[in-house]
């Protein structure tokens, strides 16, 4: 085991994790399922199914348009109602969805064929197409497309494979409970993983926080070579990738569009690896992730979801609102989105709802800029929040642009200490796409 | 839909430590050293700083009040003025310096450059500052030897720095009263434990960042240690030159002011390093005994440019900043 | 269009104002203005020269080339200076020894040389006249204005020969009043005020267009 280390700046916070203690139950068929066709970063799914078509659970209903991109399939059986605009929560905005109407029988295609339990009989190209084919994507909230970093460049070998079990925001219980329940699966998917990028060692990093899957972890990876385990002091943004294998490896990440494949790592998160041990053995695609609801709810809970799910079905199986909710959040509460509305469905990427009521949603009003630093400090990346945000404010993105604006994670971690309470993430955000349509702007004008 | 959600950018949590927090904190802070100058100069010192927190406060609230912006006197930092302008005056002063002083720092020095956050010098000093040069003999004479809760002497005593510097005739006190407070002086700078309390207490409430504070105090031991004695060298008397003046409090309370001081970690210790050398610059071979306040204000105009020459190294840059070198 | 004299005289006190709305002629008015007295004379001086000075130029403005004007306003403004700086010296010995250099210094005071370039070089006779007694004037109060402020705080009291207001201070005077910090203070502090009055006027007028 290696020495617990922990990350220089972010921040400790108060982990809330009310629902570490809650087994993983099934959340059921809901009435209605909505699939959108983005639900990964990279080129969105083209639906191949119409209004009135049958599907069955693990059927394909959105096809890959390119290399960065992944399949969307049916995650239960029923009748294809409509192809749509609905409100995507992430994008913010409508996008194209299929929406199904589930026969609550969970009927599965007939496609679906049992795989191996034997990794040493497939081949780094047949996990990397067995990963492409489930639709995987990053389970850990970025929804990256798995195959895509399954085949890093010919010319950047890869060393070390990270598993990511840091699970560093607040209250999500998501990934400690597959840890605790399926530890021999996540191996199994993990050591898959390793096999298809070649990476001799893997690391199964997890924070202190969850004693229990350390436990499972430690136990599953026995006897296992080349997989070793390394416990974390937690401390907020942690699990983020470049923070992980800064602090895990003492390596870093050259600024965008460098990737972890440049200093010759991979990091996937502990949900990816069980999904694609799914996918091995029994042929399953990506149709169902587990999702914990939690903060404000009668019974925090930690449910595998069907993807489609709509938020406002989940909160009613958590036992619904406790007190008058302010805000729901999809992902965490440092780096989540706050809904507008609960008709919302899960997505790929979906790793909570987190319910806050009225009384802890902060509305202050923002005080002016005392220039304390305390961002400064806290950056993980080690950037200056203070004149990135100031210099956006203004609408100087030349200015921000100089302050390394892009390199920003969005971690929130400026923010959170910003005792003025502004909203730094939102103004370097602001200054980021504003950074952006300027070089796109430039490159059409070069090009045209 | 019947619930009203909220939506807004993450992150959703936010700390505690909103600003009226810190500031508050920093108040607390003060009281050891606002105790330890009511128990060696008595009311009158309790006077001084009672007219010079509300002069601060009233003259920050007529001002808002007048340009019609927020209120802000709840935030507590024209508190923290008040009380840093007091402990920067000698106890002999007539009350309407306070007044007019704390008045000075609140509207000339913060107010009119902006508010909170937009001063580019520390108020209570610029106020100090304002005093010194309009009343210069209240502000160097009016000293008097400490008593016992109002025990006071009126005639004037010598202060440390002023005998160190062979300005006045007089025995320097001994260590433990220099260390207690039993010494003439400024009404918050005499007593270091007092201050060191409170000094403690904010790097332990992580309010302040102990390398502004270190950095002055170890910068001014060393080159008065080295260059304290003229003609020879590392025979100063360090300690006393560590123990007396403002150092303590300029060093935990007034350097280390979030507005004017530098926002990364490796600037503050420059800051403070810079601090130390101003004060032993002007201490050892300058017209005043006394350094620390201009060697705070002196940097604090030094402060953006710090900030925008000390730069931290960005997360990932190495590789690059390698590869720009080998171009 | 026939500018109105009347207007010409009048800009120098608010609108055009030199030292708070132009700044100009920043240095006499900080270096000077430690007594009412000082702060008069030098007006005087600036008013005299002033006038003089616009008067010439407009007059010859229209044999003056071009190319040589700046020479030609250096002469017509050395002038007056010289016959000032005599008729002080001769005259008023002592506050000649008080304004010291500054008196030759008008030949470089920027409100002269401002005004012959931007307005007697292109106005009639008599609207520079007007323009040179009012900016003068006005130049004169914002002087009297700063040093009566300053020499009042700075001193506790006001001294006219062997006049004093209050006879006695009745507050204890603030040296800084008297040093380059108290004059840069104390301008500020008027450039400040002014500019807010104008700014209201300014809101009150367009709220009544509107």
Not at chain 1, 98 to 112: A, T, Y
Not at chain 2, 130 to 147: E, I, N, Q, V
Not at chain 2, 319 to 325: D, I, S, Y
Not at chain 3, 184 to 202: D, K, P, Q, S
């Amino acid at each position: 085991m290696l020495r617990a280390r922990t990350l220089s700046g972010g921040v400790h916070l108060d982990d809330r994790k009310i629902s570490s203690g809650k087994p993983v139950e099934f959340a059921g068929i809901p009435p209605e399922i909505v699939l959108f066709m983005s639900q990964h970063t990279g080129a969105p799914a083209k639906p191949v199914v119409k209004p009135g078509d049958r599907v069955l659970a693990g059927q394909v209903v959105g096809e890959a348009q390119s290399f960065v991109s992944a399949p969307v399939h049916a995650s239960t059986s029923g009748i294809v109602k409509a192809v749509e605009n609905r409100y995507h929560p992430i994008l913010a905005k409508p996008s194209t969805a299929v929406v199904i109407e589930p026969d609550g029988k969970g009927e599965i295609w007939e496609g679906i064929a049992p795989g191996s339990d034997d990794i040493s009989a497939l081949s780094p190209e047949d996990i990397v197409k067995i990963a492409r084919n489930a639709g995987l994507v990053g389970l850990g909230g970025a929804a990256f497309p798995t195959a895509v970093k399954l085949s890093p460049p010919k010319d950047k070998p890869i060393d070390v494979y990270l598993l990511n079990g840091a699970e560093c925001e607040p209250y999500l219980t998501c990934d400690a409970r597959l840890m605790v329940e399926e530890a021999d699966e996540i191996v199994f998917g993990f050591m898959a993983m390793m096999k298809a990028v070649g990476a001799p060692r893997g690391i199964v990093c997890i924070e202190d926080n969850k004693p229990e899957a350390i436990m499972a972890m430690e136990r599953a990876i026995s006897g296992k070579p080349g997989i070793e385990l390394c416990v974390l002091k937690t401390r907020y943004p942690q699990g983020g990738e470049k923070q992980l294998i800064q602090v895990v490896l003492g390596r870093e990440v050259p600024p965008p569009p460098g990737l972890p494949f440049d200093v010759g790592v991979v990091v996937s998160n502990v949900g990816t690896a069980y999904a694609l041990a799914k996918a091995i053995r029994t042929g399953m695609p990506l149709v169902d992730r587990v999702v914990t609801v939690t903060g404000a709810v009668r019974s925090p809970s930690n449910f595998r979801v069907l993807l489609g799910t709509p938020v406002s079905f989940l909160i009613e199986k958590a036992g619904g609102y406790a007190g008058e909710p302010g805000k729901v959040i999809m992902g965490g509460p440092m780096m989540g989105i706050s809904l507008p509305r609960t008709d919302v469905p899960v997505v790929k990427g979906t790793t909570g709802i987190v319910v806050m009521t009225r009384d802890e949603v902060n509305l202050d009003k923002p005080l002016p800029c005392i220039r304390c630093g305390r961002c400064v400090d806290a950056c993980p990346l080690r950037l200056l929040p203070v004149w990135i945000a100031a210099y956006s404010d203004r609408g100087t993105y030349e200015e921000a642009e100089k302050y390394r604006a892009l390199d920003c994670c969005e971690c929130g971690v400026c923010a959170y200490r910003c005792p003025s309470r502004r909203p730094l993430v939102q103004s370097i955000r602001l200054a980021k796409q504003a950074i952006m349509e300027e070089r796109r702007a430039r490159a059409q004008k070069a090009s045209g | 839909m019947t619930e009203r959600l909220v939506v807004s950018p993450s992150p959703h949590w936010k700390t505690d430590k909103t600003v009226p927090a810190l500031m508050l904190d920093v108040v607390i802070a003060l009281m050891p050293a606002v105790i330890a100058s009511i128990v060696f100069f008595g009311w009158k010192a309790l006077a001084i700083i009672l007219t010079s927190v509300s002069s601060a406060v009233i003259s920050e609230a007529i001002y808002e009040k007048a340009v019609k912006r927020d209120i802000t006197i709840k935030d507590y930092s024209a508190v923290i003025t008040g009380i840093l302008l007091a402990m920067n005056m000698p106890p002999g002063v007539p009350l309407w310096m306070p007044a007019i002083g704390s008045a000075f720092a609140i509207v000339i020095a913060k107010q009119l450059f902006g508010g909170l956050g937009c001063n580019f010098v520390n108020p209570a000093l610029a106020g100090r500052a304002f005093l010194m040069a309009a009343w210069p003999l209240h502000m160097t004479r009016d000293w008097l030897a400490p008593g016992f809760f109002g025990g006071v002497d009126a005639g004037a005593s010598p202060t440390p720095l002023a005998v160190l510097k062979g300005e006045s005739s007089g025995v320097l006190p001994g260590l433990w009263d220099m260390l207690l407070g039993n010494r003439a002086g400024c009404l918050g700078e005499t007593s270091i434990i007092a201050i060191l309390i409170g000094g403690i207490y904010l790097i332990w409430k992580e309010v302040i960042d102990p390398r502004i504070p270190l950095g002055f105090i170890g910068t001014v031991f060393v080159l008065t240690w080295v260059f304290g004695k003229p003609g020879a060298f590392f025979q100063g008397n360090a300690v006393y030159h560590v123990l007396s003046g403002g150092l303590f409090l300029g060093a935990f309370f007034m350097a280390t002011d979030y507005v004017t001081s530098p926002v990364t970690a490796r600037g503050r210790l420059l800051m403070g390093i810079g601090c130390g050398a101003i004060t032993v610059l002007i201490r050892l071979w300058g017209g005043y005994p006394e350094g620390v306040s201009y060697s705070i204000l002196l940097m604090n105009l030094v402060t953006p440019l710090i900030d925008r020459v000390v730069v931290p190294r960005y997360y990932g840059w190495k590789h690059e900043a390698r590869k720009e070198k080998a171009l | 269009m026939k500018r109105s004299v009347f207007y010409d005289f009048t800009k120098g006190f608010i609108e055009e104002n030199p030292t708070f709305r132009l700044v100009i002629g920043m240095c006499p008015t900080l270096a000077v203005t430690t007594s009412v007295v000082n702060g008069f004379w030098m007006g005087l001086s600036v008013i005299f020269v002033l006038v003089f000075a616009n008067v010439f130029v407009s007059l010859l403005r229209k044999v003056t080339p071009d190319e040589i004007r700046l020479p030609v306003f250096v002469i017509l403004i050395a002038t007056p200076v010289v016959i000032v700086e005599l008729v002080m010296k001769a005259y008023l010995p002592a506050m000649y020894e008080i304004l010291g250099i500054f008196v030759p210094l008008i030949v470089v005071n920027c409100i002269i040389i401002a005004r012959a370039e931007a307005f007697a070089f292109k106005q009639p006779v008599l609207n520079s006249l007007a323009d040179g007694l009012g900016i003068g004037a006005g130049y004169t109060l914002n002087l009297i204005l700063i040093s009566g402020i300053r020499e009042f705080l700075g001193t506790g009291q006001i001294t006219i020969g062997s006049f004093r207001f209050p006879a006695t201070p009745f507050f204890e005077p603030a040296a800084v009043m008297l040093t380059p910090p108290g004059g840069f203070i104390c301008l500020g502090l008027l450039m400040a005020i002014l500019n807010v009055l104008l700014a209201r006027r300014e809101r009150k007028t367009k709220a009544q267009a509107v």
